[in-house]
């Protein structure tokens, strides 16, 4: 059975709602009433940051799942515009309609009018949604666009995959697939699309052996390993059979980065762990052979909280340095956490122990930006709605608790 990304929290959600419907069922005077229903819930399951309005002040955008029953669920994402006159507060959301079960949201400029869209994967819909900005209207988006794609889509990344100035779509869904713009018209796309055989949770586009073109690179929980694909030296967005590397126990998200400093982009890869123990979820960083780029050094794995789901990378503490920050579900019934991991000053490309916020409810996403112009990166979290934790004022690397924002 494919594990897909949010599964695992997405079944734990569903089991409470039934729990809750067997006991209001059990307090019923009429035991012959079978009225009872769900009570809906909304998981947040992925949060993005970047200035949608061109106001120079990061937005949000999350990704929701809306339960009130058994699958599939509508989906939404959300907009969250930051206050042009008060740094680090947003507005109330917006909410806005895709396909459903969404697990991914991505951000960029689709259409070339310098204005960011929003691209999300929906699993149980088999689709991405597209959300074109109103370019008379910046922060505002016209209704989504749905593109079949394939089987249980739970990642999406955007990127320029074939040279010809028009950013493309790449899908981690059950064959990785590939939706190039189409030139001629912007912000639409060739059929058919390209499937490149690669059952994944997740994928990331990066210049990996530095030639000047785009590769690709998909984690797949299923396989337990992190597929490379390379591009073709011959023509323009085809790609080499995969390469496969392994992390950790199911590999379920990637974020890329120069992590040493040499140059060459590397890989930090959330490992969700095994079934059967929360406890062996981890962090796999992949360092780029320096001496055959594009192909890595063996992982080196860095303990987490209990299923980490999401992965990303910044510099949080000022000292030039790249960290990275995974958002963890926790185990069934237990709440999650936000792992830290800042980088080893004595050691490029190495970790100091993770060190472990604890969460609201369950984080699923996580995102990294300066949200409130004090020139540090703030953790953004996809936790029971969109959550905020801002720097501590003169203590670089320290957070504030979590604040709910949106709502």
């Given at each position: 059975?494919?594990?897909?990304?949010?599964?695992?929290?997405?079944l734990?959600?569903?089991l409470?709602?039934?729990?809750?419907?067997?006991?209001?069922?059990?307090?019923?005077?009429?035991?012959?009433?079978h009225?009872a229903?769900?009570?809906?819930s909304?998981?947040?399951?992925?949060?993005?940051?970047?200035?949608?309005?061109?106001d120079?002040?990061?937005?949000?955008i999350?990704?929701?799942?809306?339960i009130a029953?058994?699958?599939?669920?509508p989906?939404?994402v959300?907009?969250l515009?930051q206050?042009?006159?008060?740094?680090?507060?947003?507005g109330?959301?917006?909410?806005?309609?895709?396909?459903?079960?969404?697990?991914k949201?991505?951000?960029g400029?689709?259409?070339?009018d310098?204005?960011?869209?929003?691209?999300?994967a929906?699993?149980?819909?088999?689709s991405?949604?597209?959300l074109?900005?109103?370019?008379?209207?910046?922060?505002?988006f016209?209704?989504a666009?749905?593109?079949?794609?394939g089987?249980?889509?739970?990642?999406?990344a955007?990127?320029?995959?074939?040279g010809?100035?028009?950013?493309?779509i790449?899908?981690?869904d059950?064959?990785?697939?590939?939706?190039?713009q189409?030139p001629?018209?912007p912000?639409?796309?060739?059929?058919?699309?390209?499937?490149l055989?690669v059952n994944c949770?997740?994928?990331g586009i990066?210049?990996?052996n530095?030639d000047g073109?785009?590769?690709l690179?998909a984690?797949?929980?299923?396989?337990?390993?992190v597929?490379?694909?390379?591009?073709?030296?011959?023509?323009?967005?085809?790609?080499?059979?995969?390469?496969?590397?392994?992390?950790g126990?199911?590999?379920i998200?990637?974020?890329?980065a120069?992590?040493?400093?040499?140059?060459?982009?590397?890989?930090?890869?959330?490992?969700?762990?095994?079934?059967?123990n929360?406890?062996t979820?981890?962090l796999?960083?992949?360092?780029n052979?320096?001496?055959?780029p594009?192909?890595?050094?063996?992982a080196?794995?860095?303990?987490?909280?209990?299923?980490?789901q999401?992965?990303?990378?910044?510099?949080?503490?000022?000292?030039?340095?790249?960290?990275v920050?995974?958002a963890?579900?926790?185990s069934?019934?237990?709440?999650?956490?936000?792992?830290?991991l800042?980088?080893?000053?004595?050691?490029?490309?190495?970790?100091?122990?993770?060190v472990?916020?604890p969460?609201?409810?369950?984080?699923?996403?996580?995102?990294?930006a300066?949200?409130?112009?004090?020139?540090?990166?703030?953790?953004?979290l996809?936790?029971?709605?969109?959550?905020?934790?801002?720097?501590?004022?003169?203590?670089?690397?320290?957070?504030q608790?979590?604040?709910?924002?949106?709502?």
């Amino acid at each position: 059975m494919r594990v897909a990304k949010l599964r695992p929290s997405l079944l734990a959600c569903l089991l409470i709602a039934a729990c809750i419907v067997l006991a209001l069922g059990a307090c019923s005077n009429d035991h012959n009433d079978h009225s009872a229903v769900i009570p809906s819930s909304t998981l947040t399951s992925s949060v993005a940051a970047g200035d949608l309005n061109g106001d120079g002040r990061p937005d949000l955008i999350s990704a929701n799942i809306l339960i009130a029953g058994p699958p599939p669920h509508p989906g939404q994402v959300s907009v969250l515009l930051q206050s042009p006159s008060s740094s680090g507060v947003f507005g109330s959301a917006i909410d806005l309609n895709i396909g459903s079960d969404p697990q991914k949201v991505s951000i960029g400029d689709l259409n070339g009018d310098t204005f960011i869209d929003l691209v999300a994967a929906n699993d149980t819909s088999a689709s991405i949604s597209i959300l074109f900005q109103k370019s008379f209207s910046p922060g505002s988006f016209l209704t989504a666009q749905n593109f079949g794609v394939g089987a249980h889509p739970t990642g999406v990344a955007i990127g320029d995959l074939n040279g010809d100035g028009h950013l493309d779509i790449a899908v981690a869904d059950s064959g990785l697939s590939i939706l190039f713009q189409n030139p001629s018209a912007p912000g639409t796309f060739l059929s058919p699309i390209r499937s490149l055989g690669v059952n994944c949770s997740s994928v990331g586009i990066g210049d990996l052996n530095g030639d000047g073109r785009p590769d690709l690179v998909a984690t797949g929980p299923d396989a337990g390993n992190v597929s490379i694909l390379l591009q073709s030296p011959v023509g323009s967005g085809n790609f080499l059979s995969p390469q496969t590397v392994a992390a950790g126990f199911q590999p379920i998200d990637v974020a890329i980065a120069d992590l040493n400093a040499d140059g060459l982009l590397d890989l930090a890869i959330a490992n969700l762990g095994t079934p059967d123990n929360p406890a062996t979820a981890s962090l796999s960083v992949l360092l780029n052979n320096s001496v055959s780029p594009g192909r890595f050094l063996a992982a080196t794995n860095y303990a987490t909280g209990a299923r980490s789901q999401s992965v990303a990378v910044g510099d949080l503490n000022g000292d030039r340095n790249v960290d990275v920050v995974v958002a963890n579900a926790g185990s069934l019934g237990n709440t999650g956490s936000v792992s830290v991991l800042f980088q080893n000053p004595g050691r490029s490309g190495t970790f100091l122990t993770a060190v472990n916020r604890p969460g609201t409810s369950q984080p699923l996403g996580v995102a990294l930006a300066d949200l409130n112009g004090d020139g540090f990166s703030d953790i953004a979290l996809a936790d029971d709605g969109v959550r905020i934790l801002f720097q501590i004022p003169g203590q670089p690397g320290n957070f504030q608790s979590p604040i709910l924002v949106g709502r």
